[in-house]
């Protein structure tokens, strides 16, 4: 049975007929203006503050972004059209996106990615994320890859950095230093926080967020190697604060475990 829970500000109370399937990405710009992505159905769910309306999507989707109402992009991938003719015997998925305006999905041209010549085993394109930035500004992320291991000089894996300039997906300009490749996960009013718990200044700095060790209490030794992972990052309203959740990687000889941690970071304003 699907069950879903809603926070009053209180206590949690169960939210009566949440839509059918599994839920999986979860975006919202408030109680009546909710989406939900069931990656397996190929749909989207959206509450308007008063019923959940299923929609299907054109593409196969990983991830879906809220610029405003009626205003929604969700990234993916398509197995059917330009540029996905077999190569050495096998299909090629590439990028995909589409846009919801508050009637329909809308489909949404992509670059496509390709290797050259000679082209790796079992090769595939998609966009894994989509971010809306506060700006109104939409970028997507994703990946041009392939079957590791079945061959000799194999080419590096292609990253896809595109961002929509209001008429067409054009590549982002580069990050500098160890915010590369990072992909975004939140924003505040001086940049962007980034997977691995990196952070972008809106000028351009790129910025490793320090943090705290385990204590020694919880078993890690003064000389383990330890790494945070973040699966959320959230800042706590009407404050400078931001919380994470996720867990600590202790790796050491002997007894290398997790710990769940969440982390607080204070961020001024």
């Given at each position: 049975?699907?069950?879903?829970?809603?926070?009053?500000?209180?206590?949690?109370?169960?939210?009566?007929?949440?839509?059918?399937?599994?839920?999986?990405?979860?975006?919202?710009?408030?109680?009546?203006?909710?989406?939900?992505?069931?990656?397996?159905?190929?749909t989207?769910?959206h509450?308007?503050?008063?019923?959940?309306?299923?929609?299907?999507?054109?593409?196969?989707?990983?991830?879906?972004?809220?610029?405003?109402?009626?205003?929604?992009?969700?990234?993916?991938?398509?197995?059917?059209?330009?540029?996905?003719?077999?190569?050495?015997?096998?299909?090629?998925?590439?990028?995909?996106?589409?846009?919801?305006?508050?009637?329909?999905?809308?489909?949404?041209?992509?670059?496509?990615?390709?290797?050259?010549?000679?082209?790796?085993?079992?090769?595939?394109?998609?966009?894994?994320?989509?971010?809306?930035?506060?700006?109104?500004?939409?970028?997507?992320?994703?990946?041009?890859?392939?079957?590791?291991?079945?061959?000799?000089?194999?080419?590096?894996?292609?990253?896809?950095?595109?961002?929509?300039?209001?008429?067409?997906?054009?590549?982002?300009e580069?990050?500098?230093?160890?915010?590369?490749?990072?992909?975004?996960?939140?924003?505040?009013?001086?940049?962007?926080?980034?997977?691995?718990?990196?952070?972008?200044?809106?000028?351009?700095?790129?910025?490793?967020?320090?943090r705290?060790?385990?204590?020694?209490?919880?078993?890690?030794?003064?000389?383990?190697?330890?790494?945070?992972?973040?699966?959320e990052?959230?800042?706590?309203?009407?404050?400078?604060?931001?919380?994470?959740?996720g867990?600590?990687?202790?790796?050491?000889?002997?007894?290398?475990?997790?710990?769940?941690?969440?982390?607080?970071?204070?961020?001024?304003?």
């Amino acid at each position: 049975m699907n069950r879903w829970a809603q926070w009053d500000g209180t206590r949690w109370s169960p939210v009566p007929n949440p839509p059918p399937g599994n839920a999986g990405e979860f975006e919202a710009t408030g109680p009546d203006d909710i989406w939900t992505l069931d990656a397996a159905k190929q749909t989207a769910q959206h509450w308007n503050g008063a019923r959940w309306t299923t929609t299907r999507l054109p593409y196969g989707t990983s991830d879906l972004a809220i610029v405003g109402p009626d205003d929604v992009w969700a990234v993916g991938s398509r197995s059917t059209g330009p540029g996905t003719e077999p190569v050495t015997g096998e299909g090629y998925s590439q990028p995909a996106s589409t846009h919801w305006d508050g009637t329909s999905w809308k489909t949404v041209d992509t670059p496509q990615a390709h290797f050259k010549d000679p082209v790796p085993p079992e090769p595939s394109a998609v966009l894994s994320q989509v971010f809306a930035l506060d700006s109104g500004e939409i970028r997507a992320y994703g990946i041009n890859t392939f079957n590791h291991g079945e061959v000799d000089n194999e080419p590096a894996d292609q990253f896809l950095r595109l961002r929509w300039d209001g008429s067409k997906w054009v590549d982002q300009e580069p990050a500098p230093g160890g915010c590369a490749l990072r992909t975004p996960v939140a924003q505040d009013d001086k940049g962007l926080f980034l997977d691995g718990n990196w952070y972008l200044t809106d000028d351009g700095t790129c910025v490793k967020i320090e943090r705290h060790r385990l204590p020694r209490s919880t078993g890690a030794r003064k000389g383990s190697n330890q790494s945070l992972w973040l699966e959320e990052i959230h800042r706590v309203p009407g404050t400078g604060e931001w919380l994470g959740a996720g867990h600590v990687q202790v790796n050491q000889s002997g007894d290398p475990f997790g710990a769940p941690v969440v982390v607080r970071l204070k961020r001024g304003g």
